[in-house]
């Protein structure tokens, strides 16, 4: 991930935002909760403070800032310091994968993808949660990504271009679901989750692991 320091000097602040927002926070847990496996052995990439990992039953993550680590491991996440690109693990060591709002922080998203391909086990499933660009919502990050801590130097993709990364990587099983319809910061109820995408911010994209 790029800016680390970002992340390592406001961990505390990450991790508030989830408090504050609590209402946009439950809604991407119950999109992301439609594809994330309920059993197996998995692992999100680019953890954070845990915050998606621990409700969802994840035990393991990778997570370069060291300050954001500390707080998932007191969370009960056993959190390796490594990058989405360069994984620790060998080939076939998990049933799923999760990365939330990593993708957009990644240098090089594509690798990180054949990473986390080459460490799930076969028809072993992949989970990601990212802002589209292409969304309304996408759009207004994209807007105001100056004025924001954490997003100002993050590289937002859209929903088609993820999809072309997981062809090229042979996934099957392509699933996608949506929510957050309106601003962030206006939402004071939990936002529906919807199939496909095109209207909300937040996408969740899940797929099996080919031959």
């Given amino acids: 991930m790029e800016n680390i320091e970002i992340f390592e000097k406001w961990a505390e602040k990450y991790d508030e935002w989830f408090e504050r927002n609590r209402f946009v926070y439950e809604s991407e847990l119950n999109a992301l909760r439609k594809f994330a496996p309920k059993a197996g052995n998995g692992i999100e990439v680019g953890v954070g403070t845990g915050r998606f990992a621990v409700p969802l039953g994840i035990r393991y993550g990778v997570e370069p800032a060291k300050s954001m680590a ?48 080459r460490v799930l086990k076969r028809e072993g499933h992949i989970v990601i949660g990212m802002i589209d660009r292409d969304s309304p919502i996408g759009k207004l990050y994209e807007s105001k990504k100056k004025d924001s801590r954490f997003y100002r130097h993050a590289n937002f993709y859209s929903v088609s271009e993820v999809l072309k990364w997981l062809e090229r990587l042979r996934y099957r099983e392509i699933k996608i679901c949506q929510t957050i319809f309106n601003n962030p910061k206006e939402i004071n109820a939990v936002e529906p989750v919807k199939d496909g995408y095109g209207d909300g911010g937040f996408i969740v994209i899940s797929g099996q692991k080919g031959e």
């Avoid at 959190?79 to 990644?106: I, N, Q, R, W």
Wanted: aromatic fraction near 14%; charged fraction near 30%.
């Fill in 70 to 117: 500390e707080i998932a491991r007191k969370r009960g996440i056993k959190v390796y310091d490594a990058k989405g690109e360069e994984l620790p693990f060998d080939d076939e060591s998990f049933d799923f994968l999760l990365m939330v709002t990593t993708v957009c922080f990644l240098q090089n998203p594509f690798k990180a993808f054949q990473e986390a391909t």
